[in-house]
């Protein structure tokens, strides 16, 4: 192999590397005001289990009957993310990643990760997580209380979010 052949090919690993490096999203940025809004005495244990997903910033997929299984073993996480799509078939994504306090990074391609933090937790029945461009509201029931809807969606509006784009889910 001559010197050439080797230098190209260093120069080519040392580009894809690079340009790799700009899709993995910058774990400074976090949603504004966090350190205000993040559930206080948290244990992440207890956040283990199912979840409906009544609400979210996103939903590019229109699905319905969503759910999120946690499941937490020390610091580190599995996350299956189950709904149903227009057609009416079953849809299953799984995430893997660690835990940190309130902080869950996960990852759908391994090197590229996504921080959600529990910025609020009503005894473990009804959460909101916030990632630094979405926002979710979970219940382990299929609904939530309107007094603590509002409560929600007040809370997300001052830290920042356009409460006016969230999308509530069909839970059938």
């Given amino acids: 192999m001559s010197i050439f052949t080797y230098l190209r090919s260093s120069f080519i690993v040392l580009v894809s590397l690079f340009l ?49 299984n946690f499941a937490i073993d020390k610091d580190k996480i599995r996350i299956v993310k189950s709904s149903i799509d227009m057609s009416g078939k079953p849809k299953k994504e799984s995430l893997r990643g660690k835990t940190e306090e309130n902080k869950i990074s996960y990852s759908k391609f391994g090197f590229v990760y996504d921080d959600a933090y529990v910025v609020r937790n009503d005894g473990y029945k009804y959460a909101m997580l916030y990632t630094y461009d979405e926002l979710f509201i979970l ?14 969606l007040s809370n997300a509006k001052k830290d920042g979010y356009d409460i006016d784009k969230i999308i509530w889910i069909n839970q059938e």
């Avoid at 609904?143 to 509002?150: H, R």
């Fill in 20 to 68: 790799l490096s700009g899709c993995a999203k910058n774990s400074d940025l976090v949603p504004q005001n966090i350190g205000e809004s993040l559930s206080e005495n948290f244990e992440m244990d207890k956040f283990s289990g199912t979840w409906y997903e009544l609400a979210v910033l996103k939903n590019d997929e229109n699905l319905t009957n969503r759910t999120i």
């Fill in 139 to 152: 219940s382990r029931s299929t609904s939530i209380p309107e007094a603590l809807k509002v409560i929600y």
